[in-house]
Structures are given as structure tokens and as C-alpha cells.
């Protein structure tokens, strides 16, 4: 069975968001860039499958050399090689049509993804790749075991689960609690080093989406406290003021 | 040229945040000059669908083929696509649900037109351009986004439209049918299994919540929760630890990990106020903090706090309802 695990490079998750002058780009000052948290249930699950039945765990990442950090975490909590296409990841549309040509070019079985990215919250790249393969997307995914050539899923829908069985190949989004995800032991990050991290120029058409500015929410006003003796005037703020009950 | 809505709907009811995606599409097709369509997925009735005239839909496709109850991407997609067809529709809108994203990026494939998911506001038109605001970083910031090229998706995020109710308009409901076969229904559902909810309101479609964490001592003591859930016609949510020791359904938590929220109001009994629980509810409305801490970092997120013991505040909040009600 051969695995593509996509992950993508974001800013950790306790990170304060903060923009450049024009607000058009992340302020990267003291950020720090790790896996995208849901890619790590993909790279997780990915592997335990690899050890079950057999077979090979490429991590695939669109971006510029800054990534590969990341990429050799990843070979370091188990996957076997890694393709970096070099480019910088400008909307969701680009990076699937990256994602589609490896598959294409490498025969995968089974391509996992995270649910979404949590710097652009896009859940997109997993529907499309789907479609430009023409091959089912699951996702978001809470389960997935496979027998043979299908495998089982659970679906997240709103309100509760579906329970689906698709054939190789397919693409599934991976989310909590799909698995618990694995950090590298000190073998892992010896052997990430000499693991194959083959580079790739971008195929394809350019984005079709483009960012023109980032915004901060408005600022709080601040708590208006309210003392717990007289809790229930909370409830006349709510509706009175608030007006939101 | 036209716009059309993708319109959800469970046990024959239009679902809240489809009637959010119908005024947002009928008030872009109002703005561009065009009509407002909706094509309708999921167990529906002629009567319900007919009273989407009340947010500004004109017309309503719909087919009541009954394998289409429940989700199937392969279907829903195909069906959309033919009905984006025949109404020549440039601007396709649909809820930024987990059906909604995910039909929007396989169309937006099929259809080749630019997508944006997530979007908060009505679109601007901007020297030419067709710019739309999206929440990103987790709730963190907003962006600017131009969608490009000849067709565009739009997938709305829950509650951040008010629906409109323009008393006495119907919409006309036509049977609409996408010839779809058995390849269709590949990855159609084995089985559904629907959680049990809270005084049966879906969390993801709720615009109050009441949510407790770790501070609720145990599952023995949610009652409280619950009450005041019920009083306010509120879902029920929790943090993750709760979840992870299985004192509520793992599909009950919000944050990072879990599912976002953006109700107008969230109560937060107990929780700590981690980034990643906040991550989960920042774009709601009014937040409430009740926590007996007054370091607690929620605070710091709060429209309104009350510092003190959830076991003597809940049951004084649940009889102030009581009695507003
Ligand atoms: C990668 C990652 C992802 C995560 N994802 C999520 C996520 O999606 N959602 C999430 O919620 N968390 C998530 N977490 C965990 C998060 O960091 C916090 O640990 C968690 O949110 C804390 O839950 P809590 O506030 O219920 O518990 P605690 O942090 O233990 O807080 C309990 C609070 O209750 C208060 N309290 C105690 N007793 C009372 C009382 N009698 N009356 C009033 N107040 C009382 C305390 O003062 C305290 O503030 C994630 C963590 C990581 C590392
Ligand atoms: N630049 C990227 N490189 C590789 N995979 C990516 C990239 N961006 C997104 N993905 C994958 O697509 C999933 C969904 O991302 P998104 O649609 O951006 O929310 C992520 O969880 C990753 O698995």
C-alpha cells in the first residue's frame, strides 16, 4: 500500500498573530512553524497502516526551503521519503493541483490530509484533489481502517456520523481522535537525515484566489464583571444590553 | 447570469444556516442585478422550500429522489453542478458546513471557478474586483480575498448573517432532476448514526451555548449545564479534557480540535479560556466567563464575567431565565 500524507507549514497553535506594516503578509518575527496539527493525525495513521499491512509513507509539502525543517520531522516520526515541490503555497487550488500531479506521477493508494490548515482555515485542498483526480474525498474523517483494497471511514457530519466504505484510491482528511499523534524518538531523527527528500518544480495553472489584506478582530471592550451574589443580572445585561436572549 | 444557493435540509426543515445562505445569496444576486435561485439537498418539503420567498429567493430546484437524503459528495456535487448549469449561475453560495466545503471545493474543481470558504460578510466590489472577507489563523484575523475568473463559490460561515424574513413571500418549487446513476452514490454512507442532542438543538446550528469544562468536577453535575441550556434554548458544548474522559461526547467539543462555534451567545462555566479552546469560540457574539478565578485567562476574551463558584451561579442564572421567560 502506498501512503502521500500532505502536510502543510503554519504557525504553532499559541502563536499571536500579528501582521507586516501593510498587512499583507504574516509578521514571521519570532513565529514559530510546525506540522499543521490535523496533518499530524494523517502522518500518524498513516504509518500505524504502513505497519499493518505493509508498504511505504511519502509526506508531500508545497513550499519554499524554510519547510524542510518540518518535512524532516516528519521522515523522523516515520515516514519513509518526502517530495517538497518548491513553491510558495498561494491558494488552495495551486497546492491541490501540486498534490494531484504527485499523485498522479507516484500511483498512491491512499492520501491522507489534515481537515484544514489552520493558518488559512480553507478545508478545500482535500475536496479538490479529489475532484481532479476524479476519486472520492472522506473527510472529515474520524476513522479509517482498510482490508484489502477498501477501506472503512467514519465521517464527521453535523450532529453525528456516517459510516462509509471506499475502494483505493481515495483521499481522506484526518481529524482528532483519529489516532494519537507520534513525536520523534532519537532513532527517528537520526535516520531522518539520510531518509530521500526529492525537490520538485510547480505544475499547473496559477492560483485563482489572492489575498489583498489581513485584519485583526476589533479589540474587546473588556469584561464588565458582575458580582456572583447577584448572578441574575446577568441575565437582564443579556437581554437588555446584549440583547442576545 | 443568476446566483444559486445551496440550501440544506434535515427531517423536511430548511436548516438555520441554509436560510443564512439563502439571504446572503439573494442580497449578492440583488446587488449584481440578478435573480436568486436555490437548489435544494437533504430531506425537504414543497412547503418549507416554498417559504425561502421570505429571504429572497425566487426560484427552488429540487429532487426528491430518496437516495439524496442523506450526504453523498459524488451526488450532491453532480446535482449542484447541473443545476449551476441550467441557470447559467456565475455566483454558487453555500454554508461553510462540512457538506458545504465539502461540495464547494469538488465544484469548484468541476465548475472551474474560484472559491472562497469561511467568508464572514457580504462581498465588496473593489475597482472591478470581487472581494470577499474570510475568518483565518483560527479566528485569529480576517482577509481580504479576490476571487478571480468568470465563476465564483462562496461558503458562508455559520451565524454571521442575520436571515431575512420578508413576510409573505413564496418562492416557486420546481421538481428538478440531475439524471444521476448508481457511479453517483459510490461513496454514499453505509450508515448514519445521529448523536443524541441536547433539548435537540444541533451545536454547530446553535446560537447560544452553554459549555462546561474541567471545573464541573464530573459528569454527575452537567445538570446544571443542561438547566440552563434549556431555559435558554441553548446547545450544550465542553473542553476538550472533558471530552478526552469521556464526561460528554467527543462531538460536544469545541476549539482547536474539536468544532468551531460562532453562536451570538457562549457561556463558558469552568474553562480555563486555553488559546486552543478559544480558538473554538472567539468569533462568537457575546461571551460569558463564569469561572472562580480571576487570573483565568477567559477573562481576558469576555464581554461579560462572573467570577465565582459555577455551583451557586448556574443555579441563580437558570432561575433569572425562569423568570425573564
Ligand atoms: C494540540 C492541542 C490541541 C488542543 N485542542 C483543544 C480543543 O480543541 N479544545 C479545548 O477545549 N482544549 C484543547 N486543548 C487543551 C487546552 O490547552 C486546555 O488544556 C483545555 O482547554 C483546558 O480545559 P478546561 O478549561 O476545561 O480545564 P482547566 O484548564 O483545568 O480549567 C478549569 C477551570 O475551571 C475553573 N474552576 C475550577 N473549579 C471551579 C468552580 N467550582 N467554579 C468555577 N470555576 C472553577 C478553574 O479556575 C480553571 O480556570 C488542546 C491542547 C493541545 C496541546
Ligand atoms: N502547502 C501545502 N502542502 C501540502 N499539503 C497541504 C498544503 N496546504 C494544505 N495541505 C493539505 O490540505 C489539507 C487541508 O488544507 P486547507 O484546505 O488549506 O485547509 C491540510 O490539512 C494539508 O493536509
Redesign the pocket.
Known amino acids: 500500500m502506498k501512503f502521500l500524507v500532505c502536510i502543510s507549514n503554519v504557525p504553532d497553535?499559541t502563536t499571536k498573530i500579528a501582521f507586516t506594516p501593510d498587512n499583507k503578509e504574516l509578521n514571521k518575527a519570532g513565529v514559530q512553524f510546525v506540522i499543521n496539527?490535523w496533518d499530524e493525525y494523517a502522518l500518524t495513521r498513516a504509518i500505524e497502516l504502513k505497519e499493518k499491512l505493509g508498504g511505504n509513507v511519502t509526506v508531500l509539502n508545497v513550499g519554499e526551503a524554510d519547510t524542510e525543517p518540518n518535512i524532516r520531522k516528519a521522515l523522523a516520526i516515520g515516514a519513509d521519503d518526502a517530495i517538497r515541490v518548491n513553491a510558495k503555497p498561494t491558494d488552495a487550488f495551486f497546492v491541490a493541483q501540486q498534490i494531484a500531479a504527485a499523485v498522479k506521477e507516484g500511483g498512491y493508494d491512499i492520501i491522507l490530509m489534515g481537515k484544514e490548515s489552520i493558518d488559512y482555515n480553507g478545508f478545500q485542498v482535500h475536496g479538490m484533489v479529489g475532484e481532479l483526480l476524479g476519486i472520492p474525498t472522506v473527510a472529515p474523517a474520524i476513522k479509517l481502517d482498510v482490508e484489502g483494497n477498501t477501506a472503512t471511514l467514519e465521517r464527521e457530519i453535523e450532529g453525528g456520523k456516517e459510516i462509509v466504505e471506499v475502494a483505493t484510491p481515495f483521499v481522506v482528511s484526518c481529524q482528532?481522535p483519529m489516532c494519537e499523534p507520534r513525536i520523534p524518538n532519537m532513532r527517528g531523527i537520526m535516520t531522518a537525515r539520510t531518509k530521500p527528500l526529492k525537490v520538485v518544480e510547480p505544475t499547473g495553472e496559477a492560483a485563482r484566489t489572492q489575498v489583498t489584506e489581513f485584519a485583526l478582530p476589533p479589540k474587546k471592550q473588556g469584561v464588565k464583571l458582575i458580582p456572583a451574589e447577584s448572578a441574575g443580572d446577568l441575565i437582564k445585561l443579556l437581554r437588555n444590553e446584549a440583547k442576545v436572549i | 447570469m443568476s446566483v444559486l444557493i445551496v440550501v440544506e435540509c434535515d427531517n423536511g426543515e430548511v436548516k438555520k444556516s441554509s436560510l443564512e445562505v439563502a439571504s446572503y445569496g439573494s442580497q449578492v444576486a440583488q446587488m449584481l442585478g440578478t435573480t436568486a435561485t436555490a437548489v435544494a439537498v437533504g430531506e425537504a418539503t414543497e412547503t418549507n422550500l416554498a417559504t425561502l420567498g421570505e429571504q429572497g429567493i425566487s426560484k427552488v430546484l429540487y429532487d426528491n429522489d430518496s437516495r439524496l437524503k442523506d450526504f453523498v459528495n459524488g451526488a450532491y456535487t453532480k446535482l449542484i453542478a447541473a443545476a449551476a448549469q441550467q441557470e447559467s449561475a456565475q455566483i454558487i453560495v453555500l454554508a461553510n458546513s462540512n457538506i458545504g466545503a465539502a461540495v464547494g471545493s469538488r465544484l469548484s474543481v468541476r465548475l472551474q471557478a474560484s472559491l472562497a470558504t469561511n467568508v464572514v460578510e457580504l462581498p465588496k466590489m473593489d475597482g472591478g474586483q470581487f472581494v470577499v472577507k474570510r475568518g483565518a489563523y483560527s479566528g485569529k484575523a480576517f482577509s481580504d480575498v479576490i476571487l478571480s475568473g468568470e465563476r465564483k463559490i462562496i461558503a458562508v460561515k455559520k451565524n454571521s448573517m442575520e436571515p431575512l424574513h420578508n413576510a409573505g413571500q413564496t418562492a416557486t418549487v420546481e421538481q428538478f432532476s440531475a439524471q444521476l446513476t448508481d457511479t453517483d452514490f459510490a461513496d454514499a454512507p453505509k450508515q448514519v448514526i445521529m448523536q443524541e442532542q441536547a433539548g435537540g438543538i444541533l451545536l454547530p446550528e446553535a446560537d447560544k451555548v452553554v459549555s462546561?469544562?474541567?471545573?464541573?468536577?464530573g459528569p454527575e453535575n452537567w445538570n446544571l449545564i443542561e438547566d440552563l441550556a434549556k431555559a435558554l434554548g441553548a446547545a450544550t458544548a465542553?473542553?476538550?479534557?472533558?471530552s478526552d474522559v469521556d464526561w460528554r461526547p467527543h462531538h460536544e467539543?469545541?476549539?482547536?480540535?474539536?468544532i468551531t462555534v460562532s453562536p451570538n451567545l457562549y457561556i463558558?462555566?469552568?474553562?480555563?479560556?486555553?488559546?486552543?479552546?478559544l480558538?473554538?469560540v472567539n468569533s462568537s457574539k457575546v461571551i460569558v466567563v463564569?469561572?472562580?478565578?480571576p487570573?483565568?485567562?477567559?477573562f481576558k476574551a469576555a464581554d461579560y464575567g462572573i467570577v465565582?463558584?459555577?455551583?451557586?451561579?448556574l443555579p441563580k442564572l437558570t432561575q433569572a431565565v425562569k423568570e425573564l421567560n
Open positions: 497553535t496539527p482528532e | 462546561g469544562g474541567r471545573g464541573m468536577k465542553c473542553s476538550k479534557p472533558v467539543h469545541v476549539g482547536q480540535t474539536g463558558a462555566c469552568g474553562i480555563s479560556g486555553a488559546i486552543q479552546h480558538a473554538g463564569i469561572n472562580k478565578d487570573e483565568a485567562p477567559f465565582g463558584d459555577v455551583f451557586d451561579v
